[in-house]
Antibody
């Protein structure tokens, strides 16, 4: 069965960077886009971007250009998102989600807290 | 960018009632609308995908309709287990965008 297992919660300092992971199993990793979605506490869902692990093509929401960097490791079927120059506005839960035009499978989410 | 306007923001319904949620888009998206349910502390779950297609394993009490810019999501005979937040999401163009969510409470 398809599973997306994300890394654990992160507590990071303002101005720093964090890299979170999403390990895929149960399907051919290189055949589907992997998307990342942000959810701030009490808020809705915001699309960050996607990576296609088959050729490492990426597409970002302009709002996250320079903030998020998406990569993928085919050998371990793992997608990564690095967030840089963190501020309190980056405190949120971040989900990875497999896409078949729609988000059919989701990771459990990673809570990132930015605090000094 | 396609803006998705979802209403109402919240609903309080009794078991057995019918729920209707509206999403309107600022551009024509054909039938590229998807609907998700998010329960407290969990990731969203896809219920209905493009073309008003019910996902495998999702009860037929859930349905949607619409094309172009106006979409409606319906739950017939709502159950206690349907509590959560429901989101619509357009997959026609980037950036992909979500509605603001409808919080469903069951009385």
């Amino acid at each position: 069965q398809v599973q997306l297992q994300q890394s654990g919660a992160e507590l990071v300092k303002p101005g720093s960077s964090v890299k979170i992971s999403c390990k895929a199993s149960g399907y051919t990793f290189t055949s589907y886009d992997m998307h990342w979605i942000k959810q701030q506490p009490g808020n809705g869902l915001e699309w960050i971007g996607w990576i296609y692990p088959g050729n490492d093509n990426t597409k970002y929401n302009q709002k996250f250009n320079g903030k998020a960097t998406l990569t993928a490791d085919k050998s371990s079927s793992t997608a990564y998102m690095q967030l840089s120059s963190l501020t309190s506005e980056d405190s949120a839960v971040y989900f990875c989600a497999r896409s078949n035009n729609y988000f059919d499978y989701w990771g459990q989410g990673v809570m990132v807290t930015v605090s000094s | 960018e396609t803006t998705v306007t979802q209403s109402p923001a919240s609903l309080s319904m009794a078991v057995g009632e019918k729920v209707s949620i509206s999403c309107k888009t600022s551009t024509d998206i054909d039938d590229d609308m998807n609907w998700y349910q998010q329960k407290s502390g969990e990731a969203p779950k896809l219920l209905i995908s493009e073309g008003n297609t019910l996902r495998p394993g999702v009860p037929s009490r859930f349905s949607s309709s619409g094309y172009g810019t106006d979409f409606v999501f319906t739950i017939k005979n709502v159950l206690l287990g349907d509590e959560g937040i429901y989101y619509c999401q357009q997959s026609d163009n980037v950036p992909l965008t979500f509605g603001s969510g409808t919080k469903l409470e069951i009385k």
